[in-house]
């Protein structure tokens, strides 16, 4: 298993729009071979800053999602809403 962490840094002002777009990404990455689970942080203070961690069975089943149509579906949607793009980091249990 390997995890994803996503750091997205949200416009000031969108944050409510990027919260009920970001919910649709999770459900349709749900759908997806290999996705375990997903979680979205907001930093204390900070409400445009995100942390999305996900759950991956594998590395292959994330480099699936993150080169999908639906994702890129998704990410139409959310990336005007970012003040920077995104930062992916793959992480795998030691």
């Not at 995100?50 to 999602?65: C, G, H």
């Not at 080169?67 to 793009?85: E, H, I, T, Y």
């Amino acid at each position: 298993m390997i995890k994803v962490l996503i750091e997205r840094h949200i416009m000031p002002g969108l944050e409510q729009d990027y919260e009920q777009a970001s919910r649709e990404v999770v459900r349709e990455a749900m759908h997806a071979q290999g996705f375990i689970s997903g979680e979205n942080l907001v930093e204390s203070g900070r409400p445009g800053h995100r942390i999305l961690i996900t759950s991956w069975r594998d590395a292959r089943a994330w480099q699936e999602w993150s080169v999908s149509n639906a994702r890129d579906r998704m990410m139409a949607r959310l990336g005007p809403m970012l003040s920077q793009p995104e930062r992916i980091v793959m992480l795998e249990h030691t």
